[in-house]
């Protein structure tokens, strides 16, 4: 059976920590330090970009039709292929090559675009979130329209901060019900953007 949306938006914020956040944190320090905080430019014939991009009217069409679940199934699912990307590209060792620079930049302007389109993604959910990372980005508003423009290099980003502290996270959640507690604050920039604090206890539907 379907969960409720409490348990989902409790799924979504765990994923959030591991998933999503590390995107940014990955990428961003390379931008500020290596490139003065200015991405590559061409980032919408990347197809990693483009795939991410393709399912943001899908998603936007599941939040309208109240399918949080789904929606936010297919955001992670996103997450974890930008995540197999920068896995794959490793570039914190692209880092180490002077010769690889230009392989460095492009790789972490595609996972900060990425980034930037999973935020969209999630706006809806976490909207205090999403408004620090517009911040962060340097990138105006996030909305469904702008999915289309990307990043550009004429507008650098900011130095990520990112801290998130886990008071106390107990997840015992199957698909077959189950208890779940997440107790954790996530500060930006030292601006406290979410405080989530979830409890329940899911018993499945027949």
């Known amino acids: 059976g379907d969960f409720s949306k409490a348990d989902f938006l409790a799924r979504v914020n765990s994923d959030l920590i591991g998933k999503y956040v590390n995107i940014a944190s990955?990428?961003?320090?390379?931008?500020?330090?290596?490139?003065?905080?200015?991405?590559?430019?061409?980032?919408?014939?990347?197809?990693?970009?483009?795939?991410?991009?393709?399912?943001?009217?899908?998603?936007?069409?599941?939040?309208?039709?109240r399918e949080y679940a789904k929606a936010l199934r297919l955001v992670m699912e996103k997450a974890d292929v930008v995540n197999e990307f920068v896995d794959r590209e490793k570039?914190?060792?692209?880092?180490?090559?002077?010769?690889?620079?230009?392989?460095?930049?492009?790789?972490?302007?595609?996972?900060?675009?990425?980034?930037?389109?999973?935020?969209?993604?999630?706006?809806?959910?976490?909207?205090?979130?999403?408004?620090?990372?517009?911040?962060?980005?340097?990138?105006?508003?996030?909305?469904?329209?702008?999915?289309?423009?990307?990043?550009?290099?004429?507008?650098p980003i900011m130095p990520f901060e990112i801290c998130i502290y886990a008071r106390k996270v107990e997840n015992g959640l199957t698909m077959d019900g189950g208890h779940i507690l997440l107790d954790y604050l996530i500060e930006i920039h030292g601006a406290k953007a979410e405080r989530t604090l979830f409890e329940l206890t899911v018993v499945p539907t027949e």
């Open 91 to 155: 570039p914190w060792d692209l880092a180490k090559d002077e010769t690889k620079r230009a392989e460095l930049h492009r790789v972490c302007s595609v996972a900060l675009e990425s980034f930037r389109l999973l935020t969209t993604m999630i706006k809806p959910v976490l909207p205090a979130t999403a408004k620090n990372v517009e911040t962060f980005l340097n990138c105006g508003e996030l909305t469904w329209e702008g999915a289309a423009t990307p990043l550009s290099s004429e507008t």
């Open 26 to 65: 990955r990428a961003a320090g390379f931008i500020v330090k290596r490139f003065d905080g200015h991405v590559a430019d061409g980032l919408d014939t990347d197809p990693i970009v483009n795939e991410l991009r393709a399912v943001v009217p899908q998603v936007a069409a599941l939040y309208n039709d």
